[in-house]
């Protein structure tokens, strides 16, 4: 079992910056990959960013350059930067665990950013 506790949303200008941190409840050095998604209203929930053991990393094509995706294992704690934001970028954030099979969720951070 693996919780998530995401933390760092908010309202923003366009431009701005906002920075996400999700605490797991466990190790995450055996959890891989790690992950944000994000859902915007009437539309599915879609892959941001993943994060492996070994740290690499992979972006949806939309976030690309805007993003970073980092995790601290001594923390527990995967981070989420997020610049340049844009009014599309605007939706509830999902932090993500995959462990042995299994895929964990968190609660949901909601982010708006107004023109």
């Known amino acids: 079992q693996v919780q998530l506790v995401e933390s760092g949303g908010g309202l923003v200008q366009a431009g701005g910056s906002l920075r996400f941190s999700c605490a797991a409840s466990?190790?995450?050095?055996?959890?891989?990959?790690m992950g944000w998604y994000r859902q915007a209203p009437g539309k599915q929930r879609e892959l941001v960013a993943i994060?492996?053991?070994?740290?690499?990393?992979n972006y949806a094509d939309s976030v690309k350059g805007r993003f970073t995706i980092s995790r601290d294992n001594a923390k527990n704690t995967v981070y989420l930067q997020m610049n340049s934001l844009k009014p599309e970028d605007t939706a509830v954030y999902y932090c993500?665990?995959?462990?042995?099979?299994?895929?964990?969720w968190g609660q949901g951070t909601q982010v708006t950013v107004s023109s």
């Open positions: 994060i492996t053991s070994d740290h690499s990393t």
């Open positions: 466990r190790s995450i050095y055996g959890i891989n990959p």
């Open positions: 993500n665990a995959n462990r042995l099979g299994l895929s964990y």
